[in-house]
């Protein structure tokens, strides 16, 4: 085989072999550095929108879904319930919690939204809007470094389908777990149900 030859197939084997192990660039934050990935892959993603937990990648606007299938079973008290709308949440993990609830209670009760999750966050962020008539709606917020704390205190005239929406920003403390959308009724009129086709989303 001709040195030229042998030059040409040694290029259509470098050709192919580059390929065959693709290396991904782009930017990160103000510096222009690289997430890395066991040092050989970078991962691509617009400046300051994407993070690495341990072994989590984050991407906002990549969100898991979390919807509801059937009806809860329904609280009539203020203690917090699990709505059944949960996602797993790494620890330090930091994302932004979108929710759309639809309801219906008793005459006389109403909506308490809460958010729960595992160990001690770093800043739980939460807004709530919860229809308490037919064009009423009220609004509840709560910032610290604590989960939990429940939302909601209007009791509702109206006892056919409501709604309500919920946003959080959340920054997790050091202990991975699950988060869960909670709920309860601010009175003990009647029972306060969450609706199948509820859904939240994470990150």
Known sequence: MSKKN???????M?????????????QWGPSNGFWHINGNFNVNCPPNTCSVV???LNFPGLSAKSQLL???????????????????????EVGTLNCQI?????????????????GTPT????????ESAATTGNFFQSQGNSWAAALGSATSTVTTLQWATLQAGIENGPTA???????????????????????CSFP
Do not use: H, Y
């Not at 008290?77 to 620890?91: E, M």
């Not at 800043?123 to 919860?130: G, M, N, T």
């Open 70 to 92: 059937a009806d809860t079973a329904g609280s009539a008290t203020t203690t917090k319930v699990n709505t059944g709308l949960s996602f797993p949440i790494a620890a330090n």
């Open 177 to 199: 777990g699950t988060m869960a959308i909670q709920f309860s009724d601010v009175n003990t009129t009647g029972s306060t149900v969450v609706k199948r086709g509820s859904w």
């Open 54 to 56: 341990g072994q989590t």
């Open 6 to 12: 042998r030059i040409i197939g040694l290029g259509i």
């Open 123 to 130: 800043q739980v962020s939460v807004a709530v809007e919860i």
């Open 14 to 26: 470098l050709a192919a072999l580059a390929f065959c192990i693709p290396m991904v660039t782009a």
């Open 102 to 118: 639809l309801f219906t209670n008793g005459s006389g009760g109403g909506l308490a939204l809460a958010v729960n999750g595992p």
